[in-house]
């Protein structure tokens, strides 16, 4: 009974030596997850435990989706401290990069409109074929009222 009591500490003593391990090994890291968002950074869906932990791993670190003690989904383009349990005292933090991700096709949103080209009023900016449908219809809207 006491050999079985003591390799059952040592097993535990093991477990918990590498779980250790594992939390010196991702403390402090930087990962970067790319997400859709809106001009005014805030995401179109989230990124929790799941995002973090595939993020984690294709840095070659592996640990559970448990392990993220996220209190709430992150729904905003920022750089968060997000902080791992892997037990009642053995803790890391790792630091996420959330960013906006172009779409192939898809033309990045500016944060304000585009200037027109020197030496042309903005209502010049180009025959209307050439410019997106919603300015072109402002256009002829604006040419309307004249």
Do not use: C
């Not at 093991?14 to 779980?19: F, G, L, M, S």
């Amino acid at each position: 009974m006491r050999k079985e009591k003591q390799r059952y500490l040592e097993e535990l003593a093991r477990q918990r030596a590498e779980v250790q391990a594992r939390a010196v090994l991702v403390d402090g890291k930087e990962v970067t997850i790319a997400a859709r968002a809106n001009p005014e950074g805030h995401l179109y869906g989230s990124v929790g435990p799941a995002q973090i932990v595939a993020a984690l791993a294709d840095d070659g670190l592996f640990i559970e989706s448990e392990n993220v003690a996220l209190d709430e989904p992150i729904r905003q383009l920022d750089k968060y401290e997000v902080p791992l349990r892997f037990g009642e005292d053995i803790t890391a933090t790792i630091h996420v990069w959330v960013v906006p991700v172009h779409v192939e096709g898809e033309e990045p949103v500016p944060a304000e409109a585009p200037a027109a080209e020197p030496g042309q009023a903005p209502a010049e900016a180009g025959p209307p074929e050439a410019q997106p449908p919603q300015a072109a219809a402002e256009d002829k809207a604006a040419e309307e009222t004249v």
